[in-house]
C-alpha cells in the first residue's frame, strides 16, 4: 500500500466518527501524492506525513456560565494546536452548536497549509465551542465570553498561539475575550487578532477575507485572460466574508444576485444591495426576510432539503461563502449546466469532494478556500505585525499589501501546479497546486527542525 493510502488508513481508524476530518485529510493528501511519491522513502523514514496529521496538541475544557434567568450552563471549549513549524499557531475560534473535536481539527489541519500560503510567519490551529451565540443578550455572550477565556488563557499568547473569529466570533466577542485575557495575565498583548481599532485592531480586517477572495478572483480570470467586470455572480451566506465579496466584486463591475443564511436566500435580479445587507446582518442582526422586506425587486425563498438554493441560477461566477458542504454534486451540475466559469471558495470546505470533482473535471476554473480565503488569516498576521511593532498601519497600507498577497498565493499555487505538472479537466489543479506550496513550506521547517 502507498504511504499516502496507509497514512489516511490510519487517521481513519485513529479518530473514529469525525468525518469532516477525514475528509480534510484525504484531499489534502490525495493531492500531495506526487511530490510524496516522488520522497517516499525519506517520508516514510521521518514520519512526516504521521507528524503532520497529528496534531502537536489537543485541548478540551469545559465553560460553565450563568444566563440570564440564574441558570447556569455548560458548553464545551476546544483549542487545537496543529502545527508551529513555521510560526506560533494561528487560526479562528468557532462558536456554533455543531461544533465538535472532528470539525476544530478539520479546520486546524486545512489552516496549516492556508496559512504556510500566505507566506508570512503562521503555524496552523483552530478552536472553539458548541454555544450558540444566536438569540443571547450581549450579558450572556460576555459570561460565555469571559469563561471560554479563562480556561484558554493558560495555553494562548502573542508568540505562542494567537486566535482570531470565525463563525459566531467577531468584534463583539473577540472584545470580551481580549478584556478577559489582559485581567488575568495582566499583559496588552496581540493575543487574540480581529481586535477593535481603538485598542489594537487592524484596519481592512474586517473586509480581508471578502476582498481577498475576490483579489485572488481577479488573478485567476486576468490569467487566463478574461475580465469580471460585466459578470454575474452568486454568493452564498450573508456573514462577514459573504458580505465583504459582494462589496469587492460590485466595485470589480461584477453583478451579486444571490446571498443566504441559514433559514433561506435571496435572489435579487438587480444585484443585491449591499447597503442594506450591511444594515440587516450587522447591525439589526436580523433574518434575510427583512432585506426581503426592505428591497422590491428581491425574492426570498426559504430553505428547503434538496433545493439547489443559490446555485441555480445562470452565473459566471460562484463564491460559496457560507459554510462547509454547502454545495453538493447536484449543485455542481447545475452550475455546470448553466455554464459558471469559475468556482472560488470564500468559506472554509464549502464544496463537497465530489463536487469538487465534478467541477474540475468539467472544466470550471475552481480554487479551494485554503488559497482563496486565506487574506482573512493573512490580514491577521499583518494585524500581529502592526502590534509588534507598536504602529498602525492606514486603510490603504492594510489593503494594498493583502491585494499583493492574494496575487502572489495565486502565482505560488499555479506554479506549484505546473511544477508537478497537475491538470485536471484540461485546466490547471488549483487544487492540488495550494496543497503542494503550503505543504512545501511546512515540510521544509518541520525536516530543518529535527524530530519534533
Ligand atoms: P459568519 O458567521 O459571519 O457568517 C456565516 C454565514 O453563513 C451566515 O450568513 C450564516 O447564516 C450562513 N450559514 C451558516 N450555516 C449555513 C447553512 N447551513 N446554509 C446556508 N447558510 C449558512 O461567518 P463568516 O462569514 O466569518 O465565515 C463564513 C465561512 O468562511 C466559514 O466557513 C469560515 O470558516 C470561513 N472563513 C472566515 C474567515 C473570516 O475572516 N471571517 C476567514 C476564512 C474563512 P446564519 O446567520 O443564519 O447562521
Redesign the pocket.
Known amino acids: 500500500m502507498s504511504y499516502v493510502d496507509e497514512v489516511i488508513e490510519q487517521v481513519v481508524k485513529q479518530n473514529p466518527a469525525e468525518p469532516e476530518f477525514h475528509q480534510a485529510v484525504k484531499e489534502v493528501l490525495e493531492s500531495l501524492r506526487v511530490v510524496v511519491e516522488a520522497n517516499e522513502e525519506k517520508f516514510r523514514k521521518d514520519a512526516l506525513l504521521e507528524r503532520l496529521v497529528n496534531p502537536e496538541r489537543q485541548i478540551k475544557f469545559r465553560v460553565p456560565w450563568v444566563d440570564d434567568k440564574g441558570q447556569v450552563q455548560v458548553n464545551t471549549g476546544y483549542r487545537v494546536q496543529f502545527n508551529s513549524a513555521i510560526g506560533p499557531y494561528k487560526g479562528?475560534l468557532?462558536l456554533h452548536p455543531s461544533v465538535n473535536l472532528g470539525i476544530i481539527k478539520f479546520?486546524g489541519f486545512e489552516q496549516i497549509f492556508k496559512n504556510s500560503l500566505t507566506t508570512l510567519p503562521i503555524g496552523g490551529g483552530k478552536g472553539g465551542s458548541d454555544f450558540d451565540p444566536k438569540g443571547k443578550s450581549d450579558r450572556e455572550i460576555m459570561a460565555f465570553c469571559q469563561s471560554f477565556m479563562t480556561e484558554l488563557s493558560k495555553y494562548i499568547g502573542a508568540d505562542v498561539d494567537v486566535p482570531a473569529?470565525?463563525?459566531?466570533t467577531?468584534a463583539r466577542e473577540i472584545g470580551f475575550m481580549f478584556g478577559q485575557y489582559k485581567r488575568i495575565r495582566g499583559s496588552f498583548e496581540g493575543v487574540l487578532t480581529g481586535k477593535g481599532l481603538s485598542y489594537g485592531g487592524s484596519l481592512a480586517r474586517t473586509q480581508?477575507?471578502g476582498y481577498g477572495l475576490l483579489y485572488l478572483t481577479n488573478a485567476l480570470w486576468k490569467d487566463h485572460g478574461m475580465s469580471l467586470e460585466g459578470k454575474t455572480a452568486a454568493v452564498?451566506?450573508?456573514?462577514?466574508?459573504?458580505i465583504y465579496a459582494i462589496e469587492k466584486a460590485q466595485e470589480l463591475g461584477v453583478k451579486v444576485v444571490t446571498c443566504?443564511?441559514?433559514?433561506g436566500w435571496i435572489y435579487d435580479p438587480n444585484g443585491i444591495d449591499v447597503a442594506l445587507l450591511k444594515e440587516v446582518k450587522e447591525v439589526k442582526r436580523a433574518r434575510l426576510t427583512e432585506y426581503a422586506a426592505a428591497k422590491s425587486t428581491a425574492e426570498y425563498h426559504a430553505?428547503q432539503n434538496g433545493e439547489h438554493g443559490v446555485w441555480q441560477y445562470k452565473v459566471d461566477l460562484a463564491l460559496p461563502?457560507?459554510?462547509?458542504n454547502?454545495l453538493d454534486i447536484e449543485d455542481a451540475k447545475m452550475l455546470v449546466a448553466n455554464g459558471v466559469t469559475s468556482v472560488t471558495e470564500?468559506?472554509?470546505m464549502?464544496t463537497t469532494l465530489e463536487a469538487t470533482k465534478y467541477l474540475q473535471e468539467n472544466g470550471v476554473l475552481f480554487v479551494g478556500?485554503k488559497a482563496a480565503?486565506a487574506g482573512?488569516?493573512a490580514t491577521s498576521a499583518l494585524e500581529m505585525s502592526q502590534n509588534s511593532e507598536r504602529l498602525s498601519w492606514t486603510f490603504e497600507e492594510v489593503d494594498g499589501k493583502l491585494k499583493g498577497i492574494m496575487e502572489t498565493i495565486y502565482a505560488n499555487i499555479s506554479d506549484a501546479a505546473k511544477r508537478y505538472d497537475a491538470t485536471v479537466g484540461g485546466k490547471t489543479d488549483y487544487v492540488a497546486g495550494a496543497n503542494i506550496a503550503g505543504f512545501e513550506k511546512v515540510v521544509d521547517a518541520m525536516l530543518a527542525q529535527g524530530v519534533c
Not at 473569529?165 to 459566531?168: P, Q, S
Not at 452564498?236 to 459573504?242: D, F, L, R
Not at 461563502?321 to 462547509?324: G, L, R, V, Y
Request: a negative charge; glycine letters at 26%.
Open positions: 479562528g468557532r479546520l473569529g470565525d463563525i459566531g467577531g480581508a477575507t452564498s451566506g450573508s456573514g462577514n466574508v459573504a443566504s443564511d441559514s433559514t430553505k461563502c457560507a459554510t462547509q454547502e470564500g468559506a472554509n464549502p478556500g480565503n482573512g488569516v
